[in-house]
């Protein structure tokens, strides 16, 4: 039930762009998007709740594609606090669990 | 800006003994979940709670864990006997509205337990 998270780490520079994959075995009804830096809580950045929808967090933004299971998670003119650690998750109806992904380490250099 | 508490961040502790963590979720959220997260990886979850009901435990090691919320407000989480294997970050969430599907969740700090 695990998603898949490619590539796991990736290092940029300042203003530089990334893209994260989340990839299920398993119909996604739903995909959550969450960061994590070293020592910290998640923190929640968005959700798509359909298939198509697209939605933009400043210069971060997301897809998600229900037909193949999959998601994006697009990084634009990343900045030094874009570094940490990207968790794509899924709950499969009623909700009872909770899936995050393999993760992704972003670190963004000066 | 309302924030999900949990108490002590750090625990070290003796394998064999006792050991117990405390949440507090954002004000309004009947949803609470604890999640476990071992160094470099994703959080999995033990528990789920709607108000004082769990709603799914099927992923607590039940044989040594256990997660009660008796007003359905504050959560405790206890780990009896605290094996080397438990040494992990212990996270707390709640959220608004009750199932995972459609709803975000928000994370305390957490707890790093330590067993030594």
């Known amino acids: 039930q695990q998603p898949v998270q490619s590539p796991q780490a990736v290092i940029l520079r300042e203003g530089e762009d990334a893209v994260i994959n989340c990839s299920s075995s398993k119909a996604l009804y739903s995909v959550h998007w969450y960061r994590q830096k070293h020592g910290e809580a998640p923190v929640f950045l968005m959700i798509l709740l359909k298939g198509g929808e697209q939605k933009g967090h400043e210069k971060i933004s997301a897809s998600f594609n229900e037909k193949k299971q999959q998601s994006s998670l697009y990084l634009t003119a990343s900045q030094l606090s874009y570094s940490g650690t990207y968790f794509c998750?899924?709950?499969?109806?009623?909700?009872?669990?909770?899936?995050f992904g393999t993760g992704t380490s972003l670190t963004v250099i000066p | 800006e309302a924030e999900v508490a949990q108490s002590p961040r750090y625990k070290i502790t003796e394998k064999s003994q006792a050991v117990a963590f405390w949440c507090d979720p954002i004000?309004?959220?009947?949803?609470l979940y604890w999640y476990r997260q071992i160094l470099g990886q994703g959080p999995e979850l033990l528990v789920q709670f709607q108000d004082e009901s769990v709603v799914d435990d099927s992923q607590l090691p039940k044989d040594r864990f256990s997660a009660e919320r008796l007003k359905g407000v504050d959560s405790t989480l206890k780990i009896q006997p605290a094996e080397l294997g438990d040494s992990a970050m212990y996270l707390c969430?709640?959220?608004?509205?009750?199932?995972?599907?459609?709803?975000?969740?928000?994370f305390g700090p957490g707890t790093r337990l330590t067993v030594l």
């Open positions: 969430a709640s959220s608004l509205a009750p199932g995972l599907t459609y709803n975000e969740q928000f």
């Open positions: 998750g899924t709950s499969p109806p009623p909700g009872n669990q909770f899936y």
């Open positions: 004000s309004g959220h009947a949803t």
